[in-house]
Antibody
Framework: EVQLLESGGGLVQPGGSLRLSCAASGFTFSSYAMSWVRQVPGKGLEWVSAISGSGGSTDYADSVKGRFTISRDNSKNTLYLLMNTLRAEDTALYFC????????????????????WGQGTLVTVSS | EIVLTQSPGTLSLSPGERATLSCRASQSVSSTYLAWYQQKPGQAPRLLIYGASNRATGIPDRFSGSGSGTDFTLTISGLEPEDFAVYYCQHYGSSPYTFGQGTKLEIK
């Protein structure tokens, strides 16, 4: 069974930094691209960032470009999101998601749907 | 950026009825790259449909997807109590992978 478990969320002041982690199990982690998606409580979903299976290719939403860095450690089956210069509008529940294509290897976004998703970790940016 | 607009914002129906949810794209989207997700309170989104019409593993056949170009539809035939939730469409053919704003399906 595929499992994704996010951690690292918490309360941080505006301008601060936080690193989120997503521990993956149940599949060959390095064979799949991964994404981060966020959701302001009570609001809709916003894609944040994606990374290829090898980690060599990354992509970001304009709203976080230059402030957030996605990375992965395939030896540890873990996805990361380093968030710098945090703003109040970054307050949200952050989900990681496996990017699926229906084959045994889905290395490169785009053209991959998101399945499954982790349960999320809450980031609150406030003074 | 492709903007997805879902309608209605809220749909009030009774168990057993048929639900029809719409997702309209600001420009043509390949049906290969359109997905639908279900989200219940306090839970992560769950994939229902990919490629506009393919049910994900374990999804009951009362859920069906259709459409092409700029207009896509999620149909739930014979609503069960567990189907009342928020539904999102998403395109994943190119970055940014945008989502619709969601349709809340509530019990009438």
């Amino acid at each position: 069974e595929v499992q994704l478990l996010e951690s690292g969320g918490g309360l941080v002041q505006p301008g601060g930094s936080l690193r989120l982690s997503c521990a993956a199990s149940g599949f060959t982690f390095s064979s799949y691209a991964m994404s981060w998606v966020r959701q302001v409580p009570g609001k809709g979903l916003e894609w944040v960032s994606a990374i290829s299976g090898s980690g060599g290719s990354t992509d970001y939403a304009d709203s976080v470009k230059g402030r957030f860095t996605i990375s992965r450690d395939n030896s540890k089956n873990t996805l990361y999101l380093l968030m710098n210069t945090l703003r109040a509008e970054d307050t949200a529940l952050y989900f990681c998601a496996k990017m699926e294509c229906g084959r045994s290897s889905c290395q490169s976004p785009p053209k991959n749907w998101f399945d499954p998703w982790g349960q999320g970790t809450l980031v609150t940016v406030s003074s | 950026e492709i903007v997805l607009t879902q309608s209605p914002g809220t749909l009030s129906l009774s168990p057993g009825e048929r639900a029809t949810l719409s997702c309209r794209a600001s420009q043509s989207v390949s049906s290969t790259y359109l997905a639908w997700y279900q989200q219940k309170p306090g839970q992560a989104p769950r994939l229902l449909i990919y490629g506009a019409s393919n049910r994900a593993t374990g999804i009951p056949d009362r859920f069906s997807g259709s459409g092409s170009g700029t207009d896509f539809t999620l149909t739930i035939s014979g609503l069960e109590p567990e189907d009342f939730a928020v539904y999102y469409c998403q395109h994943y053919g190119s970055s940014p992978y945008t989502f619709g704003q969601g349709t809340k399906l509530e019990i009438k």
